[in-house]
C-alpha cells in the first residue's frame, strides 16, 4: 500500500489552530499519528490530488474468509483504533473501512469488512454487531452497541479499552510470576528423568557391559525420550488453553481449591463489576447489564448464581437484593451497592468496588511472587534429597560391604 497525502487541521495544547499535510496508509493512520503528538485533530481527509493505490473492495479481503476470536492484543489495536477514529468525527462505516485497511492483522481486517458489508445493506451498528458478538466477545460489543444507542459512544470506548488494558496487566504480571518456577520446574523434571532413565541405569549395569558405544546409546535414546516427553507434555497443555469447555471446567475445579479461591474471585469480580459501571452508563437495562456482566466470570458456578440474580431483577428486585442472593461478594461490594442504589450513584459504586477487588488482587499477587522463591528453594532442596536417598538405595548393598 503506497502512501497517502492527508490534509489535517488540529489544535495544540495551547489552543492554537495548525492546517497542514501528513503522508499516511490511511485516515486512521494519520489521526494516530497526530493523536502522538499530542493535537486534537479536528478534521481530516484525504488530498484529492494524492495517489490511491488501493482501495475498500471485497477482492481485497477474499484470503481473509475466516475470522477467529480476539486475542486481548487484537482487542486492544481494534477498539484504540476505534476510538481515536470516532474522536475524530470520521462516520462510523468509513472508521471501520480505516481500520481494516491500515491493520496489518489478517483477523481484524476480514472483522472490518464483515462489519462494513452489513452496515452499507443499511443494518445498524447495534444489529450488526449483536449478530457478531463472538468475535469481540458479548460484553464488548453489546457496550459498543449500547454507547453507540445511547450518544456515549466514545467514553463506552475508553473504558473498553480501559478494561481491556488492565487484563492485559493482569495477564503479564501472571505470566511474569509463573515463568520462573515454571522453567525451575522443567528443570527438575528433565534432571529427574534423566537420572532415572540414564544415571541409575548406568550405575546399576555390571562393569563389564558398559562401554562407551552402549553409554552413548542410552544417553541419545534418554534424550529423545524426554523430549518427546516434554513435546507431548506442551501440546497437552496448548489444547487444553484452546478449549474452552475443558478450560472452564479445569478453572472451576481450581477455584475450589482455597490457595487459588480468592485470585479467581478477585479477577472475575473486579471484571464483572467495571463491565456493569460501563452498561449502566451506556444506558443498557439492568436485567442485560448483569448478563453482559456476566458474560466476563469465567467460573461456572459463578455464571449460575448470577443468572438467578439476573432473573430476580426482571422479576422486579432491587439490583441489591438480587445480587446479595448470589452470596458472592464481599460486605464492603453490598453495602457499595446497596448505598449507590439509594443515591442514584450505582455507577460509582461499581467503580469503586471493581477498584476494590482489584487492590484486593494485586495484593495477593505481590504476596506470591515473594513466596514463590522460598518455595521453589524447598522444593529444589527436597528433589536433591530424593536423588541423594536414590543414590544411597542403588548402592547399598555395597556400601554395607564396606562395612
Known amino acids: 500500500m503506497r502512501m497517502k497525502r492527508f490534509f489535517y487541521n488540529v489544535k495544540t495544547k495551547n489552543n492554537q489552530n495548525i492546517q497542514d499535510y501528513i503522508m499516511a496508509n490511511s485516515v486512521a493512520d494519520a489521526a494516530l499519528k497526530l493523536e502522538r503528538k499530542g493535537y486534537t485533530v479536528l478534521e481530516i481527509k484525504e488530498d484529492s490530488e494524492s495517489i490511491v493505490s488501493s482501495s475498500y473492495s471485497t477482492s481485497n479481503y477474499q484470503s481473509y474468509s475466516v475470522i477467529h476470536e480476539f486475542t486481548i492484543q487484537e482487542k486492544k489495536e481494534f477498539f484504540n483504533a476505534l476510538y481515536h477514529m470516532y474522536r475524530s468525527g470520521i462516520p462510523i462505516v468509513e472508521t471501520i473501512k480505516s481500520i481494516g485497511s491500515a491493520s496489518m492483522n489478517t483477523n481484524i481486517k476480514a472483522f472490518c469488512h464483515l462489519l462494513v458489508k452489513r452496515l452499507q445493506k443499511?443494518?445498524?451498528?447495534?444489529?450488526?454487531?449483536?449478530?457478531?458478538?463472538?468475535?469481540?466477545?458479548?460484553?464488548?460489543?453489546?457496550?459498543?452497541?449500547?454507547?453507540?444507542?445511547?450518544?456515549?459512544?466514545?467514553?463506552?470506548?475508553?473504558?473498553?479499552?480501559?478494561?481491556?488494558?488492565?487484563?492485559?496487566?493482569?495477564?503479564?504480571?501472571?505470566?511474569?510470576?509463573?515463568?520462573?518456577?515454571?522453567?525451575?520446574?522443567?528443570?527438575?523434571?528433565?534432571?529427574?528423568?534423566?537420572?532415572?532413565?540414564?544415571?541409575?541405569?548406568?550405575?546399576?549395569?555390571?562393569?563389564?557391559?558398559?562401554?562407551?558405544?552402549?553409554?552413548?546409546?542410552?544417553?541419545?535414546?534418554?534424550?529423545?525420550?524426554?523430549?518427546?516427553?516434554?513435546?507431548?507434555?506442551?501440546?497437552?497443555?496448548?489444547?487444553?488453553?484452546?478449549?474452552?469447555?475443558?478450560?472452564?471446567?479445569?478453572?472451576?475445579?481450581?477455584?475450589?481449591?482455597?490457595?487459588?479461591?480468592?485470585?479467581?474471585?478477585?479477577?472475575?469480580?473486579?471484571?464483572?463489576?467495571?463491565?456493569?459501571?460501563?452498561?449502566?452508563?451506556?444506558?443498557?437495562?439492568?436485567?442485560?447489564?448483569?448478563?453482559?456482566?456476566?458474560?466476563?466470570?469465567?467460573?461456572?458456578?459463578?455464571?449460575?448464581?448470577?443468572?438467578?440474580?439476573?432473573?430476580?431483577?426482571?422479576?422486579?428486585?432491587?439490583?441489591?437484593?438480587?445480587?446479595?442472593?448470589?452470596?458472592l461478594f464481599s460486605g464492603y461490594a453490598m453495602s457499595q451497592i446497596s448505598a449507590g442504589e439509594e443515591a442514584g450513584q450505582l455507577d460509582k459504586a461499581f467503580n469503586s468496588i471493581a477498584y476494590d477487588y482489584e487492590n484486593k488482587l494485586n495484593t495477593k499477587v505481590a504476596v506470591i511472587l515473594k513466596l514463590i522463591e522460598p518455595t521453589m528453594i524447598i522444593i529444589i532442596g527436597i528433589f536433591v534429597a530424593i536423588l541423594v536417598i536414590m543414590l544411597i538405595k542403588t548402592y547399598y548393598g555395597q556400601l554395607m560391604s564396606m562395612f
Open 122 to 327: 443499511g443494518n445498524t451498528l447495534k444489529e450488526t454487531l449483536r449478530n457478531h458478538s463472538s468475535y469481540l466477545g458479548l460484553a464488548y460489543t453489546m457496550l459498543i452497541a449500547a454507547g453507540e444507542e445511547s450518544g456515549t459512544l466514545d467514553k463506552t470506548i475508553e473504558g473498553v479499552i480501559k478494561n481491556i488494558n488492565k487484563q492485559e496487566e493482569i495477564k503479564s504480571s501472571f505470566i511474569k510470576s509463573i515463568t520462573w518456577p515454571a522453567l525451575m520446574f522443567i528443570m527438575v523434571l528433565a534432571v529427574g528423568l534423566l537420572f532415572k532413565m540414564f544415571v541409575f541405569k548406568v550405575l546399576t549395569t555390571d562393569i563389564d557391559l558398559i562401554t562407551t558405544e552402549n553409554v552413548i546409546k542410552l544417553l541419545i535414546g534418554t534424550v529423545i525420550k524426554i523430549v518427546i516427553f516434554f513435546v507431548i507434555l506442551f501440546a497437552s497443555v496448548i489444547f487444553i488453553l484452546k478449549n474452552r469447555s475443558l478450560c472452564a471446567s479445569i478453572l472451576n475445579m481450581i477455584s475450589g481449591i482455597k490457595i487459588f479461591e480468592g485470585l479467581m474471585k478477585d479477577y472475575n469480580f473486579s471484571n464483572f463489576f467495571y463491565v456493569f459501571s460501563l452498561a449502566y452508563q451506556a444506558g443498557v437495562p439492568m436485567t442485560e447489564a448483569i448478563i453482559l456482566s456476566n458474560s466476563v466470570v469465567n467460573i461456572p458456578k459463578y455464571n449460575n448464581k448470577l443468572r438467578k440474580s439476573s432473573q430476580m431483577v426482571q422479576n422486579g428486585c432491587k439490583i441489591s437484593t438480587a445480587l446479595a442472593a448470589a452470596d
